[in-house]
């Protein structure tokens, strides 16, 4: 009776050592250390635990009693399950938090990104795009009677010349004719006065204002900026400047734009002063084709793409003939090597070790 007695004394002191260790400490704050009966207590183990009196209690009775062993076994291996479970509960979730945590930071920035600099503008199949493709030039043609017919009006190229559309959309005697509709003030003459003549194959387009300063004047304080390089001029030009001319929208809720100018989500802040230009039908074209506003978006940026790049064609024909040359004397260099090493490779030397 004495043994039973003893032995349930053990596991239940034991029992209580692992229960009041499993008491979670946190660092000291003005609430923990106010006085309570649970703090004292949990203190009061502790100091008896940590100077052994308990330990010491624990061994003698363990070192005779084998059969308290199992339950012990048992309470401390749950303990280990349970404080492992515990951190890695908690390491989940500080995971889970960091994820959660970073993806908002990624959307904010991604949110702040979009209105400073604007959406990002899909990418279209440009069709001369390709390593060896060639520029629509029915489409330039389009796009530049829907430039001489929208744009001219307010932006400029003040880097083409008409002669530089000859043999690209126009022939000479058109691109004559139509240099012949405007008047440049040339000069002076011989009596030091300037004076006015028809336009040649060699003057530039037509600037619409006559300086900066008048062009703020007529767009409310807004600059349109000159057409001739604007799609290398911008990021991902080609695909934002389609983007540009056809992603007009109503502002959505929230958003207030204020008077004069219009939102395209396209335009760095939402917010651009020159108004929606294309619209279905606003040009007839020469060849029949259907003016939509996507076609007059397309073919016009296809007018700008050249008028960037107008040598792009004659660049891509002499990079394949040097490409194939270079081919050509890269497979006579190896058959040359080939000729005069193989006699020295194939040879048998013989040493007369005896001689």
């Known amino acids: 009776m004495q043994h039973t007695v003893s032995t349930w004394n053990t596991h239940f002191l034991s029992f209580i050592v692992l229960l009041i260790r499993s008491f979670p400490q946190s660092s000291p704050s003005p609430i923990s250390s106010l006085h309570s009966p649970r703090v004292d207590l949990v203190q009061s183990v502790n100091q008896m635990v940590g100077g052994g009196v308990i330990q010491q209690i624990l061994r003698r009775k363990l070192h005779s009693q084998s059969a308290a062993t199992p339950v012990l076994s048992w309470f401390a291996s749950k303990k280990v399950h349970e404080d492992a479970a515990g951190s890695s509960g908690v390491r989940a979730l500080a995971l889970l938090g960091a994820g959660v945590t970073g993806l908002l930071s990624f959307s904010t920035v991604a949110s702040a990104d979009e209105a400073e600099h604007g959406l990002a503008c899909p990418d279209y199949p440009w069709p001369h795009d390709g390593i060896l493709s060639s520029y629509d030039h029915a489409s330039i043609r389009r796009g530049h009677q829907v430039y001489q017919q929208v744009c001219a009006s307010c932006h400029s190229m003040s880097l083409i010349s008409y002669r530089d559309l000859v043999g690209v959309a126009y022939t000479e005697e058109e691109a004559k ?48 900026p000159d057409l001739s390089l604007i799609t290398k001029a911008r990021h991902n030009g080609q695909n934002y400047v389609f ?78 003939k040097w490409i194939f040359l270079l081919s050509l004397a890269l497979l006579q260099a190896a058959y040359y090597r080939r000729l005069k090493w193989s006699v020295l490779k194939s040879r048998k030397l013989v040493l007369d070790v005896v001689n």
């Not at 992603?247 to 395209?264: F, K, Q």
């Not at 929606?276 to 793409?305: C, I, R, W």
């Not at 040598?311 to 024909?317: A, G, I, N, T, Y």
């Open 177 to 224: 004719a139509m240099a012949a509709e405007i008047e440049v003030v040339d000069g002076p003459n011989d009596e030091g006065e300037m004076f006015t003549r028809p336009g040649k194959l060699s003057d530039r387009l037509p600037q619409p204002y006559a300086n900066e300063s008048a062009a703020r004047f007529a767009n409310g304080g807004a600059y349109p």
């Open 243 to 320: 983007a540009l001319l056809t992603g007009y929208r109503d502002p959505p809720a929230g958003i207030s734009i204020r008077e004069g100018l219009h939102y395209n989500p396209y335009f760095p802040g939402g917010a651009i002063a020159m108004p929606k230009m294309l619209n279905d039908e606003a040009v007839e074209y020469e060849d029949g084709v259907p003016a939509t506003e996507a076609q007059m978006g397309k073919d016009v940026v296809s007018f700008l793409s050249w008028a960037a790049e107008p040598e792009m064609e004659e660049r891509k024909l002499m990079g394949f």
